[in-house]
């Protein structure tokens, strides 16, 4: 018998019956790893970390006026094609609810191929389209793998992504399903999008990054901030931020032992998108505060991004608590959807929707 593989942390090819993936699927607290490394590099003058690209930085044009949304790709702001997945009902009806699924870090849209399977074969009315992310492993432009300039690009994309899947199927409810990185992309995107006519009904949550170790200093954060300004396209490894070589991301896969076979996996990522993301982590609460949405949390006992009492408290943020649901798994890690309960969590997302009145 074959070894399963396991893609990194937000990645997965056609793979077994798992996949690896998410938000740096290292131990890293994103934030103060990073200081810890950048605080080494600044004061020893060390040269351990790779350059970025030279190309020049993204430049966002002014809004185009057109955008298509063809068989495997879409057409974002600035022209550029990326491509999707989708997991269409196989009846060939249309769907009555679009889940817009994103990915994490270092991923790709194939990290949603059990959940997308998983609503062909045990829920009508179903589909997932899962787009592949600005600055990540399927990237069309090779020199902006692992950077990106703006968070307000992934929220431009996942709009103009959901305004093409809604023209698409114009009588569906839209609802987004973010894992890790992409759960914070999906909760910046409603917070900003929320009065959009093509905008999303409901969100999912899936392994959610919540908050950044209280007992890091404020110091070490402006630092951070201060040293992407300066050095914005250097590149950082996540292993070496990691600090740790065995990271459970399921019950039974070790991080370091599959990123080799992962095919998208980014070897590095620039001071200024790990910047970007920490902004977005620490700025979730004020997102929630905006959001009335009916949201669903789903998190791990033994996720090592978020401790369970930290999502608790997150959940309660909302404008309307009473529309959160929080399925919290105590046994379960980082990457659900492929963890050893993930039936469990993929029935439990089937009755969360079956359970919705959406207007």
């Not at 609503?119 to 090779?142: H, K």
Request: proline share 6%; charged share 20%; glycine share 8%.
């Amino acid at each position: 018998m074959k070894e399963k593989i396991f893609p990194l942390t937000h990645s997965v090819p056609e793979l077994r019956r798992g996949h690896l993936k998410d938000l740096g699927s290292l131990r890293f607290d994103v934030t103060f790893a990073l200081l810890l490394l950048v605080s080494g590099f600044i004061l020893s003058g060390c040269a351990g970390h790779s350059q970025a690209s030279q190309a020049a930085p993204n430049q966002k044009p002014s809004q185009a006026d057109e955008h298509h949304l063809a068989s495997g790709s879409y057409s974002s702001f600035d022209h550029s094609d990326f491509s999707f997945r989708k997991w269409l009902p196989l009846d060939g009806s249309n769907p009555s609810i679009v889940i817009v699924g994103l990915h994490g870090i270092s991923g790709a849209s194939q990290d949603f191929h059990n959940l997308g399977k998983h609503f062909q074969e045990s829920m009508e009315g179903v589909a997932v389209y899962a787009p592949e992310l600005r600055g990540q492993g399927n990237d069309p432009i090779t020199s902006r793998r692992g950077d990106i300039q703006s968070r307000e690009y992934w929220l431009d994309d996942l709009r103009i992504f959901t305004r093409l899947v809604r023209q698409q199927h114009p009588q569906a409810d839209i609802i987004w399903c973010g894992e890790s990185m992409g759960a914070l992309i999906a909760l910046h995107g409603l917070a900003s999008f929320r009065d959009e006519p093509f905008g999303c009904k409901a969100l999912i949550l899936s392994s959610p990054i919540v908050g950044i170790d209280q007992h890091i200093p404020s110091w070490k954060k402006h630092l951070l901030r201060l040293t992407s300004r300066l050095f914005p396209r250097m590149k950082v490894s996540l292993e070496a931020l990691a600090g740790k070589d065995e990271v459970l991301m399921t019950k039974d896969s070790i991080h370091q032992e599959q990123a080799s076979n992962n095919p998208y996996h980014i070897p590095a990522f620039t001071l200024r998108l790990l910047n970007n993301l920490g902004v977005m982590i620490e700025s979730s609460p004020q997102c929630a505060k905006k959001i009335n949405q009916p949201v669903l949390i789903l998190h791990g006992g033994h996720d090592i991004f978020s401790q369970p009492d930290a999502v608790e408290a997150f959940s309660g943020q909302f404008l309307q608590p009473d529309r959160v649901r929080r399925n919290f798994y105590p046994e379960s890690y980082h990457l659900l959807f492929y963890g050893h309960e993930r039936d469990r969590v993929l029935s439990d997302i089937s009755q969360w929707i079956k359970s919705l009145r959406l207007p």
